[in-house]
């Protein structure tokens, strides 16, 4: 049976609450109980894990591979636009991934709109909404099951 790792960076616990205007009304828990309902209809299943510091992100990438994680569905936060730790750690394990963001990062603060990890992901869902880290899945159900 085929494993995912959700993983979430900073602030997503907050999902929400956390500027509604933005990242909308859903929370990571409701995130998480739909993405393990696709898994459970698939035949696969789903871990999930997140923090707000980046040497837990670091090691729990670092776990995924020794576990046999088969594609993690990320969503790096604010550490998208900082983060060469996050990218070292990916590159590192050859860890498979698709990044996911709920906004559009390309349409907001120029600060925001570098990733250091787009480049080296298998794919990039931007500013769907939560409806992105489904999208994310259902390819990694297709691609890595």
């Known amino acids: 049976m085929a494993t995912f790792l959700l993983l979430n960076g900073p602030n997503l616990n907050l999902l929400g609450t956390r500027e509604p205007e933005v990242y909308g009304d859903v929370t990571l828990e409701e995130i998480q109980n739909k993405l393990e309902e696709m898994c459970k209809k698939s035949g696969t299943d789903l871990v999930s894990f997140q923090s707000n510091a980046e040497h837990e992100l670091v090691d729990r990438i670092q ?26 750690a990916l590159n590192g394990t050859g860890q498979k991934f698709i990044e996911v963001h709920i906004s559009n990062i390309y349409g907001r603060e120029d600060f925001r709109q570098k990733s250091f990890l787009s480049d080296i992901a298998d794919g990039v869902i931007s500013g769907l909404g939560t409806k992105g880290y489904e999208l994310a899945l259902e390819v990694a159900i297709e691609r890595y099951s």
């Open 63 to 88: 776990e995924a591979q020794s576990e046999g994680i088969k594609c993690i569905i990320f969503n790096p936060g604010a550490f998208t636009h900082s983060s060469i730790a996050l990218r070292d």
